[in-house]
């Protein structure tokens, strides 16, 4: 099977019976095996639509950057224990602009235009978007802000606060979107996804070589840093080559404001923040896994913005016809699969359709699936699943 960053396929001709939350399906003839990218988020309307796009983080449970990756540098970052989605790129000012015309207010950035950075943010305005983008969709928003001549925010209870992989006071459990963590930010830009494993790179390129220094481009191993003071940043969508994960530009063009505080304990909501990667003037030390800056709350610069993280997507179930079902699941894995479905409490019946039947003869198929977000031809479920995973 050949693979890379975007696609991976293979038709394999079997058949096996395999049990699948205390159900046997017998696969037949042809299984099909598809990944495809994490789909891209749409918000807003009108002339005033954009899209975020974000690329699955997987291999939840992997270790911190301890140095096994053979590279120079080790740091007690980059260990996470669920499925996240990141934000290819950095935020763009057009994203701020449309959705003040769409409603958010309080939030201002200006340095740049269209699709340079959004910078001369506070963390709090990076945030109070990040909300938007929440309350847009109907989600939970992820902080809890007030604006009263000036932004301030509150920790959450912990009954409110997310508590996958460590109880987390500034992000609320139920929020879909949030700014990412130091260690969601590190695993993105550096971990070798290679599954789960401590290691590591050196450079969010995928290599321990210095990157080539770029003003703009996407070529692999090149980074936009090391730029005459007083140019101007590149477009987001231009600052270099992917990272494993297939995130682009996570240490150069523009630092980027992360959610965690400074001292990693996330209880006080004054306390002063993370902020990371270099800047497209600086030189190479700002890409190193080890640039980690204190960053203050209130602080605006138009050289360093921010970046979008997401929950997981939701599983999908379709099913395509007598015996035919689609499963995609978080992590963009497409499966058709040939199905022939045995109750475990009728095992004398073989029921061969689309897959609407569950463990007991009646019960939605799609109840077998975590957190499945729709049926075709079916009946609708939706559950939840304390591991992070889908399908």
Same mark, same amino acid.
């Given at each position: 099977?050949?693979?890379?960053?975007?696609l991976?396929?293979?038709?394999?001709?079997?058949r096996?019976v395999?049990?699948?939350?205390?159900?046997?399906i017998?696969?037949a003839?042809?299984?099909?095996?598809?990944? &495809?990218p994490?789909?891209?988020?749409?918000f807003?309307?009108?002339?005033?639509?954009f899209?975020?796009?974000?690329?699955?983080?997987?291999?939840?449970g992997?270790?911190d950057d301890l140095?096994?990756g053979? !590279?120079?540098y080790?740091?007690?970052?980059?260990g996470?224990?669920?499925?996240?989605?990141?934000g290819?790129?950095?935020?763009?000012?057009?994203?701020?602009t449309k959705?003040?015309s769409?409603?958010?207010?309080?939030?201002?950035a200006?340095?740049?235009? !269209?699709?340079?950075p959004?910078?001369?943010?506070?963390w709090?305005?990076?945030?109070?978007?990040v909300?938007?983008l929440?309350t847009s969709?109907?989600?939970?928003?992820a902080?809890d802000?007030?604006?009263s001549g !000036?932004w301030s925010?509150?920790?959450w209870?912990?009954a409110q606060?997310?508590?996958?992989?460590?109880?987390?006071?500034?992000?609320?459990k139920?929020?879909?979107?949030f700014l990412?963590?130091?260690?969601e930010?590190?695993?993105?830009?550096?971990?070798?996804?290679?599954? &789960?494993?401590a290691?590591?790179w050196?450079?969010?390129?995928g290599?321990?070589?210095i990157?080539?220094a770029?003003?703009s481009?996407?070529?692999?191993?090149?980074v936009?840093?090391?730029q005459?003071s007083g140019?101007?940043?590149a477009?987001?969508?231009?600052?270099?080559?992917l990272s494993?994960?297939?995130?682009?530009?996570?240490t150069?063009?523009?630092?980027?404001?992360?959610e965690?505080?400074?001292?990693?304990?996330?209880d006080s909501?004054?306390?002063s923040?993370?902020?990371?990667?270099g800047?497209?003037? +600086?030189?190479?030390?700002?890409?190193?896994?080890?640039n980690?800056?204190?960053?203050?709350l209130? +602080?605006?610069s138009?050289?360093f913005?921010f970046? &979008?993280?997401?929950?997981?997507?939701?599983?999908?179930l379709?099913?395509?016809?007598?015996?035919i079902?689609?499963?995609?699941?978080?992590?963009?894995?497409v499966?058709e699969?040939?199905?022939?479905v045995v109750a475990?409490?009728h095992p004398?019946?073989?029921?061969?359709?689309a897959?609407v039947?569950?463990?007991?003869?009646?019960?939605?198929?799609a109840?077998l699936?975590?957190?499945?977000?729709?049926?075709?031809?079916g009946?609708?479920n939706?559950l939840?699943?304390?591991?992070?995973?889908?399908?």
């Amino acid at each position: 099977m050949k693979t890379n960053q975007n696609l991976a396929f293979a038709v394999l001709a079997t058949r096996k019976v395999v049990p699948l939350f205390g159900l046997q399906i017998t696969l037949a003839g042809v299984f099909a095996f598809l990944a &495809v990218p994490a789909p891209a988020d749409t918000f807003g309307s009108g002339a005033n639509t954009f899209t975020i796009d974000f690329v699955d983080i997987g291999n939840p449970g992997n270790g911190d950057d301890l140095g096994a990756g053979g !590279g120079s540098y080790s740091s007690p970052y980059g260990g996470v224990d669920y499925m996240y989605r990141m934000g290819v790129t950095e935020a763009p000012q057009e994203w701020i602009t449309k959705a003040t015309s769409l409603g958010m207010t309080n939030v201002t950035a200006g340095s740049w235009t !269209g699709r340079q950075p959004a910078a001369d943010m506070t963390w709090y305005e990076a945030a109070a978007f990040v909300n938007w983008l929440n309350t847009s969709t109907g989600h939970q928003p992820a902080y809890d802000l007030t604006y009263s001549g !000036g932004w301030s925010m509150r920790l959450w209870s912990s009954a409110q606060a997310w508590q996958t992989g460590g109880e987390n006071l500034y992000r609320h459990k139920d929020a879909f979107y949030f700014l990412p963590s130091e260690d969601e930010s590190y695993k993105a830009a550096f971990h070798k996804n290679d599954g &789960v494993t401590a290691n590591y790179w050196d450079y969010a390129t995928g290599s321990n070589e210095i990157p080539t220094a770029v003003a703009s481009g996407t070529g692999a191993g090149t980074v936009v840093y090391d730029q005459a003071s007083g140019s101007p940043p590149a477009t987001v969508d231009n600052t270099g080559g992917l990272s494993p994960f297939g995130t682009r530009g996570q240490t150069g063009n523009a630092g980027e404001m992360k959610e965690s505080a400074f001292d990693r304990l996330n209880d006080s909501p004054t306390e002063s923040r993370v902020r990371g990667g270099g800047r497209w003037f +600086i030189g190479q030390s700002g890409l190193l896994p080890s640039n980690r800056n204190e960053h203050d709350l209130s +602080i605006t610069s138009a050289s360093f913005g921010f970046r &979008v993280a997401s929950a997981p997507e939701p599983a999908r179930l379709q099913a395509l016809g007598a015996g035919i079902l689609r499963i995609q699941s978080s992590k963009g894995m497409v499966f058709e699969v040939q199905t022939s479905v045995v109750a475990p409490d009728h095992p004398d019946q073989s029921h061969r359709y689309a897959g609407v039947h569950g463990p007991r003869c009646g019960e939605p198929f799609a109840a077998l699936l975590p957190n499945v977000a729709s049926v075709t031809g079916g009946r609708r479920n939706t559950l939840q699943r304390n591991d992070g995973m889908t399908a």
